[in-house]
């Protein structure tokens, strides 16, 4: 499976970042695939952002679901992540992941995921 990050590198302070994975090597919709967002602010560690599932069923972090919705095109074979209301604080290199995991499941750090893109720097400022 190969995962590529694409979107815009630039956002302004108030708006919606908006970005897609492109996986290849599988369908999005194989059974017990969990499709990530995780993203790394300078100086600091990862953190997840939210998943969604092989079942179409998304979940967000707790800190950041207010703002964040991820969905999917089962036509392109992408994931797509939308984060409202930005501020430069959201600025990171945002990746997305993914892990198989058979049975009940809910893979909410960035240590369970073993497929990364190569990540896309976001900064947010006017």
């Known amino acids: 499976v190969q995962l590529q990050e694409s979107g815009p590198g630039l956002v302004k302070p108030s708006q919606t970042l908006s970005l897609t994975c492109t996986v290849s090597?599988?369908?999005?919709?194989?059974?017990?695939?969990?499709w990530s967002w995780i993203r790394q602010p300078p100086g600091k560690g990862l953190e997840w952002i939210g998943y969604i599932a092989f079942s179409g069923t998304p979940y967000y972090s707790p800190s950041l679901k207010n703002r964040t919705s991820i969905s999917r095109d089962t036509s392109k074979n992408q994931f797509t992540l939308q984060l409202s209301a930005v501020t430069p604080e959201d600025t990171a290199v945002y990746y997305c992941?993914?892990?198989?995991?058979?049975?009940?499941?809910?893979?909410?750090?960035?240590?369970?995921?073993?497929?990364w893109g190569q990540g896309t720097q976001v900064t947010v400022s006017s």
């Open positions: 992941a993914s892990k198989v995991i058979v049975g009940y499941a809910h893979p909410n750090s960035p240590s369970d995921y073993d497929t």
């Open positions: 090597g599988a369908s999005i919709t194989t059974n017990f695939y969990y």
